[in-house]
């Protein structure tokens, strides 16, 4: 992902306004991120825990989402796995994570949701550049350009029911 001004991010929410996109929390040290190692930058809001964030170049633009959590918890004895990367975690390492849908669907109430890495670091799970806490990723036959490539496409997927 090419590195993206705060600006360029702000911009970018389809499912929110304006003034909502003014007032999100960006992440902490934007210029340090790894932007050659995410496929979409996503962040939780450290200041409100039920909120989440993304931003993906989908036809050569930024689209950003924002996520919301519900505030139900989830086993800690019990794995996940995320359905973008196909990471398990144990616990809360995977969450519901629900996205207003754009336009009048979204004002009317219609949202989409995706169990997701909780911390949104998907892009660096793939790449092995970081491991879940308590249980490792499973060998797989596809190459790493394959697992990159399969992550992007179930985003891009969850991303066209946001836009419907």
Same mark, same amino acid.
């Given at each position: 992902m090419r590195e993206l001004s705060e600006s360029e991010i702000r911009a970018s929410?389809?499912?929110?306004?304006?003034?909502?996109a003014r007032r999100l929390s960006l992440p902490r040290g934007l210029s340090e991120?790894?932007?050659? $190692?995410?496929?979409?930058? +996503?962040?939780?809001?450290? +200041?409100?825990? $039920?909120?989440?964030?993304?931003?993906?170049?989908?036809?050569?633009?930024?689209?950003?989402?924002? =996520?919301? &959590?519900?505030?139900?918890? *989830?086993?800690?004895?019990?794995?996940?796995?995320?359905?973008?990367?196909?990471?398990?975690?144990?616990?809360?390492? &995977?969450?519901?994570?629900?996205? *207003? *849908?754009?336009?009048?669907a979204g004002r009317e109430g219609n949202t989409v949701g995706n169990y997701v890495?909780?911390?949104?670091?998907?892009?660096?799970? &793939?790449?092995?550049?970081?491991?879940?806490?308590?249980?490792?990723?499973? @060998? @797989?036959?596809?190459?790493? $350009?394959?697992?990159?490539? *399969?992550? &992007? +496409?179930?985003?891009?997927?969850? =991303?066209?029911?946001?836009?419907?």
């Open positions: 929410f389809v499912n929110c306004s304006k003034g909502e991120l790894p932007w050659t $190692d995410l496929d979409f930058l +996503g962040w939780r809001d450290p +200041g409100a825990p $039920d909120r989440g964030y993304l931003v993906v170049e989908r036809d050569g633009a930024p689209v950003g989402v924002t =996520l919301r &959590v519900p505030s139900v918890r *989830r086993s800690l004895a019990k794995s996940n796995i995320c359905s973008l990367c196909i990471t398990t975690h144990a616990g809360s390492g &995977v969450a519901l994570l629900t996205a *207003r *849908r754009a336009g009048a890495c909780a911390d949104l670091a998907c892009s660096l799970y &793939v790449r092995g550049l970081k491991r879940s806490a308590a249980v490792s990723r499973p @060998e @797989e036959s596809l190459t790493l $350009d394959e697992q990159i490539e *399969r992550t &992007v +496409g179930n985003l891009d997927a969850f =991303l066209a029911k946001v836009l419907a």
